[in-house]
C-alpha cells in the first residue's frame, strides 16, 4: 500500500465518521479540505478525496471543496481554530502539534 494510500484512508474515515452524526439531517453539510500549493501533492491529494466525498452526496449529505493553503502547519491550526473543517497534515506535524512540540509548544 502506497504512502498516500495509508494517510488517505484514516484521515477520510475520520472525517466521515465525523459527519455521520448529520446523516439524519436533509440539508447539505460543507467541508472544506485544506491542502497544500496547487503544484505540490497535498492539491491533488485533497480534490481526490472530495470527489470522493461528493460521489457518495445521496448517501451522506456532504459537499466538499478544496482549498489551497501553506501545507501542514497552517491546515492544523486552521482545523484546531474552525477555519477548516479538515486538513491535509505531515504525520510528523501531527505528532508535534498532539504532544506540544514546535510550533504548538504550549511553555512559549
Not at 486538513?87 to 509548544?105: M, T
Request: with cysteine.
Amino acid at each position: 500500500m502506497t504512502f498516500l494510500k495509508k494517510l488517505i484512508i484514516p484521515i477520510l474515515c475520520i472525517l466521515l465518521l465525523a459527519v455521520v452524526g448529520c446523516e439524519k439531517k436533509k440539508s447539505v453539510n460543507y467541508v472544506t479540505i485544506g491542502t497544500g500549493g496547487v503544484t505540490g501533492v497535498y492539491y491533488p491529494t485533497g480534490g481526490a478525496i472530495s470527489r470522493m466525498i461528493n460521489k457518495k452526496f445521496e448517501q451522506y449529505k456532504i459537499k466538499a471543496t478544496v482549498e489551497s493553503t501553506s501545507g501542514s502547519v497552517y491546515n492544523i491550526n486552521a482545523v484546531l481554530n474552525g477555519d477548516l473543517q479538515f486538513g491535509v497534515a505531515q504525520s510528523d506535524r501531527q505528532f508535534q502539534a498532539v504532544h506540544g512540540e514546535k510550533e504548538w509548544d504550549l511553555a512559549v
